[in-house]
């Protein structure tokens, strides 16, 4: 069973420039996450979807990001303007359906780096 | 609001045992436990629920004690492999929502 496809792994870009990235989830997965990881911290939730529609997004810095799954399958998250305090690894996951002790599966993540 | 792990860090000889703790504020629906190697997504290792149900891999042990909002996963006989970093996973009690610690870190040495 193919994993959790995210691209592209790394990428650098000057502040104020912006970046997407791409996830496409496990087959037949109806939630998805993006999670933002910093250096050393643990990963922390941004948005997740339940097929294409949004059920928390409540730490997503919206004035900046912004994250969607058309058709309930891929997504991408969009970030700009990018600040340097956006270098992390962004996670994408996905689970078969949402909460109640589902296993949430990740990823290899996309890297970036601001300067 | 983010699950408190500790130790932060831990090394070990190879053999020797090891346990990490998570520890919760707010009532949990369940406990996730995943490893993260360098440069790699984190790994699934185990989910624990209340209720005492318990899914995950059969080399690693965990315990819940939900009255205490705590987790302990349990590192024995431990093996070079065994090196990452540990996180831990609460989910609320509605069920809805997973928030990660800040890791802790394992060394296993020969």
């Known amino acids: 069973e193919a994993g959790v496809a995210q691209s592209p792994r790394y990428k650098i870009i000057e502040k104020r420039q912006s970046v997407a990235f791409w996830c496409n989830p496990i087959?037949?997965?109806?939630?998805l996450y993006w999670y933002q990881q910093i250096l050393g911290q643990g990963p922390k939730l941004l948005i997740q979807?339940?097929?294409?529609?949004?059920v928390d997004d409540s730490q997503l810095p919206k004035d900046r990001f912004s994250a969607e799954r058309l058709k309930g399958v891929d997504s991408t998250l969009k970030i700009q303007p990018a600040k340097l305090e956006d270098s992390a690894v962004y996670l994408c996951?996905?689970?078969?359906?949402w909460g109640g002790g589902n296993t949430i599966y990740f990823g290899e993540g996309s890297w970036l780096t601001v300067v | 609001q983010q699950p408190v792990q500790s130790p932060q860090a831990v090394i070990l000889r190879e053999g020797e045992d090891a346990v990490i703790n998570c520890s919760s504020s707010k009532a949990l629906y369940s406990v996730h436990w995943y490893r993260q190697k360098h440069g790699e997504a984190p790994v699934f290792l185990m989910i624990l629920l209340k209720g005492g149900e318990q899914k995950g891999h059969e080399k690693i042990s965990a315990s819940f004690n939900e009255k205490k909002q705590q987790s302990s996963l349990y590192l024995t006989a431990s093996q070079l492999s065994y090196s990452g970093t540990y996180f831990c996973?609460?989910?609320?009690?509605?069920?809805?929502?997973?928030?990660f610690g800040g890791g802790t870190r394992v060394l296993v040495k020969p």
């Open positions: 979807f339940q097929n294409n529609g949004v």
């Open positions: 087959s037949g997965h109806a939630t």
């Open positions: 996951a996905s689970s078969s359906r």
């Open positions: 996973g609460t989910e609320n009690a509605a069920g809805n929502k997973l928030t």
